[in-house]
């Protein structure tokens, strides 16, 4: 099976390229779905969370209190760690089954945080969406609430272009409008079919 990682910055339109591969059949398995359906309700790490932090991050349906949680383990670097070391493995785990569930051509891995963790480890080809970054702020801001001073810090707290773009096998630029993205992504498609079949 022919796994494509697909990663970028924050606004860099990710999930722009995902849907678009998704409607030429592409399975795509996304982390941060994936991040939250292992805290959900009845999960077991959902009471772990509850045991280590106590009732507050939790909301009176007993469901994760997702913005008290980030709270917590934004004023405290160890609890943070405390909760990745909880999490990813489950997250990790719980990909590599719908990795081996996907029958298409080839499946997409679509996560921001494909670099950061081991989770680059499961693919056989990197996609980094790239934008330079006032691009990355302006998109950001109009697509959600935040202030381009957050956006700006998010940016700052993420892995650098250079850095990410290093690490890629194959680099989307999506400064451009939706129709060269379109563009782009049906080129690239054709390119990972290739890709894939080779590996056959
Ligand atoms: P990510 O998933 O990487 O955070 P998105 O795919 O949500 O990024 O893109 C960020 C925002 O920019 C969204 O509102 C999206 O519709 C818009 N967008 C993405 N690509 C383009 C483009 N080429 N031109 C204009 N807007 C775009």
Redesign the pocket.
């Known amino acids: 099976m022919f796994i494509v990682g697909l990663t970028?910055?924050?606004?860099?339109?990710?999930?722009?390229?995902s849907q678009q591969l998704e409607s030429l059949g592409i399975n795509i398995i996304d982390a941060d779905i994936v991040a939250r359906e292992v805290v959900e309700l009845g999960e077991s790490a959902l009471d772990s969370i509850a045991a280590h932090f106590g009732n507050e991050v939790l909301l009176e349906s007993g469901e994760l209190n997702r913005a008290a949680l980030r709270a917590r383990v934004f004023a405290e670097p160890a609890e943070r760690e405390w909760l990745e070391q909880l999490l990813h493995p489950l997250i990790r785990e719980r990909i590599i089954s719908q990795l081996q569930s996907s029958a298409s051509e080839y499946t997409v891995l679509a996560s921001?945080l494909l670099l950061e963790t081991d989770q680059h480890l499961l693919v056989d080809h990197i996609i980094v969406?790239d934008v330079p970054e006032e691009i990355q702020v302006s998109?950001?801001t109009?697509?959600d609430q935040n202030s381009e001073q957050q956006v700006r810090a998010i940016i700052a707290a993420q892995m650098a272009r250079k850095q990410r773009l290093e690490k890629a096998d194959s680099v989307l630029d999506?400064s451009?409008?939706?129709y060269?993205?379109r563009q782009s992504v049906n080129q690239l498609h054709l390119k990972l079919l290739q890709l894939a079949s080779e590996s056959r």
């Not at 970028?8 to 390229?17: D, R, T, Y």
């Open positions: 970028g910055g924050i606004g860099s339109g990710k999930s722009a390229v921001p969406v998109r950001t109009s697509r999506n451009g409008d939706l060269h993205l």
